[in-house]
């Protein structure tokens, strides 16, 4: 019995720090999709700052230089990548599916 026991012992100390590794996994994974939208709205404020000093300056006939035209089509699509991601990266990975709960609902069976 003492042998079955230390066994026992054995495989749930080595399946210990897996799994750990798993749900810190999955803790880390919904808190960097939070960080991206946060990131995404903070991007999206500063291209409408921008914006806005483009527009008033082509008011007053001023030329805007190539690396701001540059800036302003590399921001559109880092937007467009990041919101992309966030929508699919709101749900659960994939290898998770149907074995823990959606992280957004954490009362959910």
Do not use: C
């Not at 008033?56 to 992309?84: F, H, L, M």
């Amino acid at each position: 019995m003492a042998d079955i026991a230390s066994f026992v012992l054995d495989v749930v100390k080595s399946l210990a720090a897996p799994v750990g590794r798993q749900f810190m996994y999955l803790y880390n994974y919904k808190k960097n999709i939070d960080n991206l939208q946060g990131e995404v709205r903070k991007l999206e404020n500063t291209r409408e700052e921008v914006q806005v000093t483009v527009t008033a300056a082509e008011r007053n006939v001023e030329v805007i230089k190539q690396n701001v035209k540059d800036w302003q089509t590399d921001v559109e699509k880092t937007i467009t990548e990041a919101k992309q991601l966030i929508p699919r990266g709101r749900k659960q990975p994939s290898m998770f599916q149907g074995i823990v709960p959606q992280l957004d609902h954490p009362l959910q069976t």
